[in-house]
């Protein structure tokens, strides 16, 4: 999405709204409908439409509730710079945004798509958003749409990857995994629940797909599941270029327990993919057979 936050350049779309205010500030159409209904008896404020042009209008909603939702979901797609500025401008206009009018604002990108020569990059960015936030599916050849890239959610690859070679409990929101309650009375507070990727022999095992870990939300998630699961220790998987083996992170202080990050080599040198093949086995065999006591 990152491609399309060019529309930028040429300033935050702006367009004609009809807004509704209820006070003594008059300047516009006076409803007599709304204002008899509102203000009777009468207290010095009156009923009136307005219409004004806005910064916070359906295209700039719509980009919101799709940054709302990526971030949500894809967050990494979002960490260039340039994007991030991007997404402060969105976010400091749409003053109305609530995630309850997705549908709604949706609808009206729908039924009303940007015309404005002037503005015509903020045409294809629209129409990328509804995709996103409809969850369309594009495909090739006949495709009204070219294809600007393809979206692969790497770290779930990873998570899926070690499942398959482990076979480890794994723990998800699909209902064919495992789930972890955060309360032990099921009715307190609506349940909350927690989702750590893994457990080996108690132990909660997260994968992360980055070399550096986030020594705030990281050690917060796994301390919590270390709490959870009454267990003595729990671990994060990363892949490495040239290390493969268990690194202790450290004791956690308070209730206790211990982090460590285990650094899963994969292969830099190789012949050809048989021989990939032959050397990561090797490192897939060793995670196996590992015990983290």
């Known amino acids: 999405m990152s491609n399309y936050w060019g529309s930028l350049q040429k300033g935050v779309y702006k367009e004609y709204i009809n807004k509704e205010y209820d006070d003594s500030n008059i300047k516009g159409s006076i409803e007599i409908a709304r204002h008899i209904r509102n203000n009777v008896p009468y207290l010095g404020k009156v009923a009136y439409r307005t219409r004004e042009f806005s910064y916070d209008n359906k ?75 409809n969850e369309d599916k594009t495909g090739f050849g006949s495709d009204e749409y070219k294809i600007h890239g393809i979206i ?66 990281d050690y917060n998630q796994l301390a919590t599941y270390i709490h959870l699961m009454s267990s003595s220790k729990g671990g994060f998987i990363q892949p490495s270029q040239d290390e493969n083996g268990c690194q202790k992170l450290g004791d956690i202080a308070g209730f206790g327990g211990e982090l460590f990050s285990y650094k899963f080599k994969v292969p830099q040198e190789y012949v050809d993919y048989d021989d990939f093949v032959k050397q990561i086995k090797i490192t897939e065999d060793e995670l196996k057979a590992l015990n983290f006591y």
């Open 59 to 133: 295209i700039t909603e719509l980009v919101r509730h799709t940054i709302e939702k990526i971030q949500l979901e894809y967050e990494f797609l979002l960490l260039n710079e340039d994007t991030k500025n991007s997404i402060r401008s969105i976010k400091s206009v749409t003053n109305d945004y609530s995630r309850f009018n997705r549908q709604r604002v949706i609808q009206q990108n729908i039924s009303s798509p940007v015309k404005h020569s002037y503005f015509t990059e903020y045409s294809a960015l629209q129409r990328l958003c509804i995709q996103i936030l």
């Open 152 to 217: 692969i959610d790497v770290a779930w690859i990873w998570e899926a990857y070690i499942w398959k070679v482990t076979g480890w409990k794994h723990y998800g929101k699909p209902s064919d995994l495992e789930t972890l309650n955060f309360f032990d009375n099921l009715g307190s507070d609506g349940q909350q629940h927690r989702y750590p990727d893994f457990e080996f022999d108690g132990t909660p095992i997260d994968t992360k797909y980055k070399r550096h870990l986030d020594k705030r939300n």
